[in-house]
Structure formats: C-alpha cells, structure tokens
C-alpha cells in the first residue's frame, strides 16, 4: 500500500499516511484515459459551427453569361461552392458533440489518473486546507511552503470560499472538491495538493 508524508500549511511534515491501493496503486491504464480525455473535450464542445449551403446563400440563380462562345468557363449560378463568397460545400451545421463513457471506464480511468500521480510522488497531502481571510498572498505562500508550483489542483471536502477566491488569481492553480474529480483535471495538473479529509472522501466515494 502507497504512503506519502502530511504536512501543515506551513510546510512542515506532522505524518504520513496510507494511500488506498485500489485507487492510488493500480497500474494504470493509457487506453482508457486517452478515451476519457477524449470524451471531456468533445463534451465541452460548443457545436456551433455553421455556414451557408449552395442553397442558403443569398444569390440570384440566373445564369451569369450563356453556355457557349464567349471563351469562358460555363457557369450555372453565383451561389456556386466554385464561386467567390458562394456556398460551402458540405457546409458544417450546429451539432451535439457530447457522449457518454460506460461508468466502470469513467471509475478506471480516474483511479489510472490518481495511481499515475501517485507514482510520480506528485500528490500532497495537507493535514487541513483552510485560510481566515480572503488573500491570494496568504494563499501563495502555504504553496511555496510545501513546495508547490506550476500547474496544481488544490482539493479540498467541500466549496470553501476563502479557499477558491484565494486561488483564483494564482495562474495554474485550479481548486475542486473531492466528489466532481475528473481524470481531465488531474492530467491536466502536475501536482495534486489534497486535505485528508477531501482524500478520505475521495476513497470513501471512488472506492
């Protein structure tokens, strides 16, 4: 079973702790996380991408000059897809880009995304993630202390205003709850700070 130190807000080490292996331990699986990567941008797809068909544009349908004899190419109609500012052929028309994955792939990728982190050392666990005031200073300063910078994602139990506005301002960092975790977002991270209680739940729930 995977274990991995706790510290305090000041970056001082107060533990350690046993990761579950069922969900920090499995070796994890790249075909299944490409798949789900995959899902999460089609889904975040707007799908509102549309032009004009041959039919749609706004032309005269009179033939611009006879078939034969003048020395140009025949020509049937301005709205033509040959034409300048004419239709589109194939034009693409709004739709929905979103599917589902079945749940068990959903459950295995997040658990290879955590098991991934895992192996790298890449996951830090704080004993409780919490701030009296509204300070993205305050904030910077619990991440340097335990050595956090770049691209992170700060979990904790549950919504803690002081915590989100306090990292909003910070580039890279991102902040979650432990129950809305997406192996997108863990990816997209290179460091995962989680409280221990937002890492019990995490068990308790993906399991």
């Known amino acids: ?13 107060v533990g350690e702790i046993e990761l579950s292996a069922a969900i920090f331990g499995i070796e994890p699986n790249k075909s299944v996380l490409h798949d789900s990567v995959k899902n999460h941008l089609a889904n975040c797809r707007q799908g509102t991408q549309s032009a004009l068909t041959k039919g749609e544009v706004s032309y005269t349908t009179a033939k611009p000059w ?8 025949r020509a049937g109609y301005k ?5 300048t500012h004419g239709g589109v052929a194939f034009a693409p028309k709004p739709r929905d880009y979103s599917y589902t994955l079945n749940k068990k792939v959903k459950r295995l990728a997040l658990k290879s995304a955590l098991s991934a982190l895992a192996a790298e050392d890449a996951i830090v666990v704080i004993d409780d993630i919490k701030v009296d005031e509204i300070k993205t200073k305050t904030f910077k300063a619990f991440l340097d202390a335990v050595n956090v910078s770049g691209k992170t994602l700060v979990v904790t139990e549950s919504v803690d205003e002081k915590v989100v506005k306090s990292a909003r301002n910070l580039a890279g960092v991102t902040t979650t709850i432990a129950t809305i975790l997406s192996p997108y977002m863990i990816l997209n991270n290179r460091k995962l700070v989680v409280s221990k209680a937002a890492l019990a739940k995490i068990e308790e729930v993906y399991a």
């Open 66 to 73: 006879r078939q034969k004899g003048t020395g140009r190419a």
């Open 79 to 83: 709205g033509s897809p040959v034409w």
């Open 1 to 13: 079973m995977p274990t991995t130190n706790v510290y305090n807000m000041a970056g001082e080490k």
